[in-house]
Each structure stands twice: as C-alpha cells, then as structure tokens.
C-alpha cells in the first residue's frame, strides 16, 4: 500500500481508504462474516483509513467496526460521521439535518460508544445544517477537540462559501464528496478551495456506485434495500447510456490489463496527492482487486482517452434525486 499525507496533521493514510457503509446500509444485503473477513484484509492490506458514519444502518455500521477496531485501535484511522437524526426503523430515509451544538454532543458520544473508543480521529458534519450557523456547528466541533474526544475536523457536501466559514472558525482537513470519473461536480469549485485552503478531498463513491465496474445488474436491486435503485443514473435511458460507457471504459482496462475498478480508481488517484478515495466493499476479492490501483500509472494519454470515452455516453444522469439534492451545496 502507498501512503498520504492528510492536511494539516502528520498522519499517513492509505492512499486508498475503505468506505464502510455498505456493509450495513443502502447496497443490499450484507453478511456479517463477510464484512469481518473485509476488515481484517483491509489491515493485512495496510489501508488503515476506514470511514463510517452514525446513520449507517442506524449506529450498526460503528458497532460492526468496533469488532476488529478495538483490538487494532493502533492500526486504524478512523472517520465518522454525524448531522443526520434517523430513524431506527427507516434504514433508507427518515433522517433529517440536524447540526446544532446540542445535537453533536449526544452524537459524538453515541458514535464513541458504539465504535467502543475514546477518540475519534476524524469527525465531519455529515451535510450542513441550513438552520444553524456553520460558526457555531464548528465550534462546537473544536471542543470536542480540546476534550480530546475528537482528533481532526471535516465537511461533507458543502458548498465552499461553507468550506471558508468554517475553517476560519478552526482549521479542517478533510472534505468529503463524491467524486468519480461520472461525478466531476468537485472540479467546478470545490477541489479549487480545498487547494487554497489546504485541505484533502476524500472522494466516496469513486466507483460511481459500482456503475463503472461494468458488473452490476440492475435488474436484481431490491428497491426496498438498494437505495441506487431509486437514482437517476439507475433508470431508463440513462442506465441504457451507462451499461454502455461502463462496458467501454472496462474494454479499454482490459487493453491496459487492470480491471475497470482499478482503471476508475487510478483515475481519481491521478488527480492529486491531496485526494485520498475511499471505495466501499464488503468482499474481501473487491477489496484486494482495488487495492492494487494504487500501482496502476496512467498517461496523459490514457486521461485523454478516458476523457474521450464519456464524451461518448454523455447522458450519464443525476448523482441524486432532487429531494437528495436539497441536502447538498449548502
């Protein structure tokens, strides 16, 4: 595994991290002994950047981690999340924003709890809460700081007038987006700021959801537990458009012989050392088959000819539903 330098602290992190939701939450069933056995690869692998988040499968998704994080606390950087107030029986809606002091203090300590630690090493604010000043959100974060309950701040999905408000309050190291070869959104203004601001870009879903693997089958989402279902991307001609880029994104891979993973991945990788992605899996095959992007070297000429290959299948679709939307950019 190569190594990352996150903004303004001095830790290492794998140039890869390993975003867990899915183990827990939105992208169908899970298995237990799978997810574990993921877990336990992902530190013989040396990715020692997991994320999380307390709305995944409503607390299960820490209390699934702190079964090999407590024993390996040494060995793992751990992110989590808060901002949304979920209901425990709607797995995939429900929750609303929620950003104010008082609400951080119960969520930072049920995050602790469940993750069955004594510090968070980063902490972000899930969305932005339009009812509360970022101020006094981020302030309420850098106690946790002084407290020594929490290491490091971030934001996730701010707009960067946001980005600049809050990190004038205290100093934030990562940003949170969703970014791939499908969602280039960050390039418009975000990546810019985080830039001059100096801070890390932590894409998720750098797989667009699994849509570039050119492996999914659609047609077998349960819509009541596989929340893509429900996407733009997922339905219609948009998804005619996608099964075809992903299908020649995977050819042109396989003429580098990688796989369309890596090639996705390698891709964000090559847009900086600032930016440090975090694909999700809960197979131990997917994960060791990502893991090897981190030594996949792409050209310009191979940039280009990605770039030529989407400007092909332009009708890609919305990332989210406009109701997702509402919660973004603020």
């Known amino acids: 595994m190569k190594y990352r330098q ?23 069933p899970t298995n237990e002994a799978d997810n574990l056995a993921t877990l336990h690869k992902a530190l013989d692998l040396g990715i020692n950047f997991w994320d999380t988040a307390d709305v995944y499968g409503a607390g299960a998704n820490e209390e699934l981690l702190s079964k090999v ?20 029986e709607a797995r995939l809606g429900g929750a609303e924003v929620d950003c104010s002091p008082q609400w951080i203090r119960q969520a930072v300590e049920k995050s602790l709890q469940r993750l069955k630690i004594d510090t968070i090493d980063l902490y972000y604010a899930h969305r932005i809460d339009v009812n509360v000043p970022v101020e006094e959100t981020v302030g ?10 929490v290491r ?14 809050a990190n004038a309050i205290h100093p934030i190291s990562a940003l949170q987006y969703e970014y791939s070869v499908l969602t280039r959104d960050p390039e418009r203004e975000i990546l810019p700021t985080a830039r001059e601001l100096g801070i890390s870009l932590i894409p998720y879903s750098p797989l667009s959801r699994g849509l570039i693997t050119n492996r999914l089958d659609v047609s077998k989402m349960d819509a009541s537990n596989d929340f893509r279902k429900h996407l733009p991307r997922y339905q219609g001609k948009n998804l005619e458009n996608n099964n075809k880029l992903a299908a020649a ?82």
């Not at 309420?140 to 309950?149: C, F, S, T």
């Not at 990605?306 to 109701?323: H, Q, S």
């Open 69 to 88: 994080l407590v024993d390996n606390r040494d060995k793992v950087f751990i992110a989590t999340k808060f901002g949304f107030r979920y209901d425990k």
């Open 6 to 28: 996150l903004a303004k602290t001095d830790e290492q992190l794998s140039s890869l991290g390993l975003g867990c939701m899915g183990m827990s939450y939105a992208y169908g």
């Open 152 to 165: 490091y701040l971030g934001l996730s999905e701010a707009s960067a007038q946001t980005i600049r408000k």
């Open 140 to 149: 309420a974060m850098a106690d946790l700081v002084k407290e020594g309950k």
């Open 249 to 330: 994104f995977a050819e042109f891979a396989e003429q580098r012989d990688i796989t369309a993973s890596q090639l996705a991945l390698a891709w964000v990788l090559a847009q900086g050392e600032d930016i440090i992605p975090i694909p999700g899996t809960k197979r131990v095959k997917y994960l060791e088959e990502n893991a090897k992007a981190v030594d996949v070297n792409l050209s310009q000429a191979d940039l280009n000819a990605i770039d030529d290959i989407l400007a092909k299948y332009p009708e890609v679709g919305d990332r989210y539903t406009d109701e997702q939307f509402k919660y973004t950019n603020h």
